[in-house]
């Protein structure tokens, strides 16, 4: 019987980088309880056994793949902030920041019936792993973007959390008007008020 092939560092590199870009798009196409191993690995190229090889279960792979792109949300947000040191630029981050949102309603809809059978099997530390301290992001891309608030940290953090969180209006707001130029207008309202 022949061994199986040994898979180099960089080999699992690749794996993981396809199999977490597949995560993805099935998390918003299908959701996590219909995206199923046997699939992911089709379309990866990958045997089921090489997918254990790499992750124990299938709970892993989604939280790498929300750990990432998180990371890749905040690295954007504090590119933006530094490329812009502006209000405008803060505003620009935030409208980014918010249409990735939009695009991707699990980052945001953790209370749905399918985020809560994925939170349910992880253990505790991959839960604190996937929380992140937003308030610290805040910190950090205000610091990035050189700006000053008019007010304090913790108030203008809440506003624009209340910001954020308009996401959950959006079809709602769809019926009447384009909720992303509502999002915009906002967005450029509010930084102007709280920086100076």
Do not use: H
Not at 35 to 41: D, E, G, M, S, W
Not at 109 to 123: G, H, R, Y
Not at 145 to 160: C, M, N
């Amino acid at each position: 019987m022949p061994s199986k092939p040994m898979l180099s560092d960089t080999d699992k590199a690749e794996i993981r980088k396809r199999l977490e870009s597949l995560c993805e798009e099935f998390w918003i196409t299908q959701g996590y309880k219909k995206t199923n191993i046997k699939t992911l690995c089709e379309k990866a190229g990958i045997s089921i056994g090489t997918f254990y090889t790499l992750y124990p279960a299938k709970e892993d792979l989604f939280s790498e793949t929300i750990e990432r792109i998180q990371r890749r949300l905040t690295e954007k947000l504090l590119e933006t902030n530094r490329n812009q040191q502006t209000r405008e630029g803060f505003a620009q981050s935030l409208k980014e920041l918010f249409r990735e949102y939009d695009s991707k309603p699990f980052l945001y809809n953790v209370n749905t019936p399918d985020f809560q059978a994925f939170i349910t099997k992880l253990p505790d530390e991959a839960i604190r792993k996937i929380k992140f301290d937003s308030f610290d992001i805040f910190r950090q891309a205000v610091s990035a973007a050189g700006l000053r608030l008019k007010v304090e940290d913790p108030q203008a953090y809440g506003i624009l959390s209340a910001l954020l969180s308009t996401i959950s209006a959006k079809e709602t707001l769809s019926v009447t008007c384009d909720y992303l130029s509502v999002f915009d207008f906002m967005a450029d309202q509010l930084t102007a008020d709280i920086f100076e």
